[in-house]
């Protein structure tokens, strides 16, 4: 009686824990092919816009450019996972393309923070890094540390946790320094500041400030979830899906921010002109 009790439990667990793991298949399908639908084209769109010269052109939008790259190969992943489904035995691509979602989107973010930082507490600094190689060298710093992490992501090593978590809180940490400098900055005025001339500097220190201040709460909406999962993972050695899914819905919906500043900031997006001009 107790063994067919303990079989009949053992039975229904497993039955369970496969409903739960189906289920959760299904959800990531379903946001991944979210992601694919509306990520893919809005950020060939900006890219494409970038490379026309719209706005302020290739030069001072390379960190975008290279953001929506890595947001656009992201977004194929709903291809090869469903490949994987599919075919059990592929499932290195899809493993692969994980350290794009956790190692460079939050690299990119933080250049685009440190670029605005520079431009309004340190000018003659950013002016004198201002050309396009010293981009291209921050850029392929940045890609080369995110091949290494995709390297990393095939084995689901313990040192790639403990590497995602420092790079989200180096990340994390420099956002939040330039976010504090350039508000103190835009609270000061220069010396001699007067009429437009003031004017037409705070809008610049209030355009980098929200942008700044964008960035930040996007990378704590994206990784907050999934750093309270695997917490509790650790905790109670169980995967508590929910908060997995979560952090899964809040990473593909955080990856449509840059993308819409970049289109209004380009004059795409005339029904946020109204709020715009209350912020700026």
Known sequence: MNNSTVNFTSSETSNSTTQSTGLVDNLKLCVFSINLLFGLPTHSYVIWLIIRGTGSGVASEFFNLNLSVCEIVYS????????????????????????????????????????????????????????????????????????????????????HTQFLSVNFLLALSIQLFCLVAVLRALKQSGPGERGRKREEENHMKRRAFLIILINTVTMTIIYVPFAIAGLVTILTNQNIYAIWITGMICYVLAGFVHPVLYLHRAGKLSCLRAFYMVIF
């Open 76 to 159: 194929l992943n709903c291809v090869f996972y469903i490949v994987s489904i599919c075919l059990p035995g592929i499932t290195v691509l899809p493993l692969f393309l994980v350290g794009l979602a956790f190692t460079g989107r939050p690299l990119f973010q933080c250049l685009i923070c440190v670029e605005r930082y520079l431009a309004v507490v340190h000018p003659v600094t950013f002016l004198k890094y201002k050309p396009l190689r010293y981009r291209v060298i921050c850029s392929t710093a940045a890609w080369s540390v995110t091949l290494g992490s995709c390297f990393l992501c095939l084995y689901r090593s313990q040192i």
